[in-house]
């Protein structure tokens, strides 16, 4: 079955599997959408934070720039109107300080550079550069008015300090400073901004990408289940289909591989099993036919065995007759013998003859009986040797023709060839004088018997016609069985001596038969014998 089932025509079948694993694929490569999504908005987010927490940064660290220079500023003032110089740890604090405020301030710009290198950061460089220089001016200044009053020219760092007020150092200073921090708002505007629409997009996106998931999903599911459940239900009513014996039925071509493949074999199945029961159907009609011939032949077998028991029965009753009345006439004479008080000899002689003939009967009777049972049982034994069959038969033809003219009948026989065979001499002869002895016996006064014998095709034919009452078929059929007579007839007899006749033949080899004669009248017995001493076959015997 399933070097069958590997031969069948799949090519225009899809894989159910394949599809379902593009699902799966088309699934997977969403999920990586929605993970590359999640991923890129957490980086920008991370950088945006960054970016505004240097922000905030920067603001704080202009904010300290301003405020130590202006504390510079407000120190140059009283520095330049009381003439008291501050200590150099207080000046070298200060200056460090906006010094320090610079470096953290450009540090901060380079690190928002580093995270995203546009102009604006470039921008913000130019104008903390331009914030430094004012700022070292201040200090070169502050270090001039301080030297100027270290040396008592305090007029000089008073003029001095007039200058750098003239020149509007302080205005440019705010300016720049507020230049700077509106930059560093509006970049934090910016990043919130950015933030805001990256978290709308996100969030767009993320409900477009679930939406189209769950759609693909709910399709997904619903194509599946669309074409198991078709499959599954043609199978489910196939099966109940097989279930109820209705094995013609078929499973149409699916159009997935997987259940294709399934239907197919439960095609096979149906068709195995229809096979099977068509077999079993048919040995079930000739198992009947069987048992109906069995029992016809065992109801001929008991109405063989029936007739058989009907002659057993007719032949104890032939039998008891044949030998009540041999034994009777044996008692009555040896009762007169006894009675009689006669001194002749001739009187117990002729008493003793006629005892002597009837048991010779009775004991021929028996040894008929024997030979008959002998046969049956495939033990009848044979005295064999070179015998001259047209001898035979001439001399016993001779002594039949004088029985012949006692009952006014005619004997004639032709032997064409001299035939010698190898047989059973006595068995042959006795063969002989019972179809003799039936031919006259059935046969009225003024019948003609004749007997034939020749030869053909390795074959001695011997025929004994006579011109008696005949045969009928239904005779025909029951005529060598045992025990058996017609009922058409009076003649005496035990009916042993066609079944003895046959039993010799048959183990000589030979056929025997009994017809009616094709004339019309009277019967033809017919014995075929070997010419070879070859055995008995279906062609021999036709």
Not at 68 to 92: D, H, W
Not at 185 to 193: H, K, P, W
Request: hydrophobic share 40%; glycine share 4%; aromatic share 6%.
């Amino acid at each position: 079955m399933e070097k069958q089932l590997n031969h069948l025509p799949y090519q225009i079948q899809s894989h159910l599997t394949h599809k379902l694993l593009v699902a799966l694929v088309i699934l997977s490569l969403f999920s990586l959408a929605m993970a590359g999504l999640y991923f890129d908005s957490s980086n920008r987010f991370k950088q945006n934070a960054q970016k505004s927490e240097l922000v905030h940064k920067i603001l704080n660290q202009y904010s300290n720039i301003a405020l130590y220079t202006f504390e510079k500023l407000v120190a140059i003032g009283e520095m330049s109107r009381n003439g008291i110089v501050l200590t150099p740890e207080l000046r070298q604090e200060n200056e460090q300080k906006l010094r320090t405020s610079i470096v953290e301030v450009r540090d901060s710009l380079l690190q928002k550079l580093a995270l995203a290198p546009d102009l604006s950061s470039r921008d913000e460089l130019a104008v903390l550069d331009k914030v430094t220089q004012k700022v070292e001016r201040i200090i070169t200044t502050s270090q001039e008015i301080r030297s100027l009053i270290n040396k008592g020219e305090l007029s000089e760092a008073q003029s001095l300090y007039r200058l750098l007020q003239q020149q509007g150092v302080h205005a440019e200073f705010n300016a720049l400073i507020s230049e700077a921090v509106k930059q560093e708002n509006l970049q934090a505007e910016a990043i919130r901004d950015n933030t805001q629409v990256m978290s709308e997009r996100n969030n767009r996106y993320l409900a477009v990408a679930l939406g189209l998931s769950s759609l693909f999903m709910m399709l997904t599911i619903w194509f599946f289940w669309q074409r198991i459940s078709k499959a599954t239900r043609q199978l489910q009513f196939a099966a109940s289909q097989f279930t109820a014996g209705k094995l013609e039925h078929r499973i149409p071509k699916l159009k997935d591989k997987e259940f294709a493949k399934l239907a197919e074999a439960l095609n096979f199945m149906a068709s195995e099993l229809k096979a099977k029961h068509s077999e079993l159907g048919l040995a079930k009609l000739q198992l009947e036919e069987k048992v109906q011939e069995r029992t016809k032949e065992l109801a001929l077998s008991n109405e063989k065995l029936a007739h058989v028991d009907k002659q057993r029965r007719q032949f104890l009753a032939d039998i008891s007759h044949e030998l009540r009345t041999p034994l009777t006439i044996i008692r009555g004479e040896s009762e007169i013998l006894l009675r009689s008080q006669s001194d002749n000899v001739d009187d117990y002689l002729a008493t003793l003859v006629a005892v002597v003939d009837q048991v010779s009967h009775t004991t021929a009777l028996i040894d008929d009986l024997m030979l008959v049972a002998r046969s049956s049982a495939g033990e009848l034994n044979l005295t064999c040797s070179e015998v001259n069959l047209t001898k035979l038969i001439q001399d016993i033809c001779y002594v039949y023709q004088r029985k012949a003219q006692e009952r006014s009948q005619t004997l004639s026989f032709e032997l064409s060839e001299e035939v010698t065979l190898t047989l059973d001499e006595r068995r042959i002869r006795q063969v002989v004088m019972i179809l003799l002895e039936n031919a006259l016996s059935y046969s009225t006064s003024g019948a003609v018997t004749e007997v034939k014998l020749m030869c053909r095709q390795q074959v001695v034919i011997l025929k004994v016609i006579d011109s008696g009452q005949g045969i009928t078929k239904q005779e025909q059929e029951h005529i060598f069985e045992r025990f058996y007579r017609s009922n058409r007839s009076n003649t005496p007899g035990s009916g042993l001596g066609l079944p003895v006749a046959k039993a010799i033949v048959d183990a000589h080899g030979g056929h025997i038969s009994l017809k009616s004669n094709t004339s019309g009248v009277g019967s033809v017995a017919t014995i075929l014998l070997p010419l070879n001493g070859e055995e008995r076959n279906e062609n021999f015997i036709s």
